[in-house]
């Protein structure tokens, strides 16, 4: 099996650790965030964590839950947002999951809150920045074009990250 390292330039914890950050990391997606609360409650950073994540079914997909619950239970992990494809008859995705909170997760961004995607490119990552979009629209009260420059602004602080593949 072949296997390289792909750097991915400048997809870190901001440097303050008061800041929230929301995290969307469906399947494989979910790695560089283990990492992310890892270092977070190694550093004792205060700031709100907040992870988007999902796969096919919770039986046999739900990577790291042990984890993951625990990080949750100890408050590390501030709030998990699950959306399993394949447990049900129709498609959740993990943007659905952030529009049914498009209110909070809104509140979050006007706090300063960091925005990260991990995974797949084609797919998720498009419809995930579709659905930010979406709630820079209908939760901040923007245009079309408003909410496009909003979250350009945020790429441009470097608020809005992606290591998408
Ligand atoms: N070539 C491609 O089109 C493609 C697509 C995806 C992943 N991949 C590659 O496959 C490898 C493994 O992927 P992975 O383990 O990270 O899992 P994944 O295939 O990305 O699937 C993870 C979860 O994302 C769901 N998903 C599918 N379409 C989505 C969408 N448009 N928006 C949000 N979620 C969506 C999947 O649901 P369902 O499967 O039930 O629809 C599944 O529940 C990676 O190397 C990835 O790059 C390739």
Redesign the pocket.
């Known amino acids: 099996m072949p296997v390289f390292v792909q750097k991915s330039h400048g997809f870190r914890l901001p440097e303050n650790g008061d800041l929230p950050i929301i995290m969307v990391g ?4 979910i790695a560089p965030f283990r990492a992310f609360l890892e270092e977070r409650c190694a550093t004792g950073a205060k700031g709100r964590n907040w992870l988007f994540f ?3 079914k919770s039986a046999s997909d739900f990577l790291y839950r042990e984890e993951l619950q625990a990080m949750q239970a100890e408050g590390v992990l501030t709030r998990l947002d699950l ?4 447990d049900q008859s129709e ?1 959740i ?3 659905n999951r952030m529009l049914q909170a498009a209110a909070e997760l809104w509140n979050w961004l006007e706090a300063g809150a960091h925005f990260y995607v991990c ?6 990552a498009k ?2 920045d579709a659905a930010l979009h979406q709630i820079v629209q209908t939760e901040g009260g923007r245009s079309a074009d408003q909410a496009v420059d909003y979250v350009a602004q945020l790429k441009k602080d470097k608020r809005y990250l992606r290591d998408v ?1």
């Open positions: 469906p399947g494989t997606g999902g796969d096919q959306a399993f494809s394949r498609k995705y993990v943007q995974g797949d490119a084609k797919r998720m419809d995930v593949y």
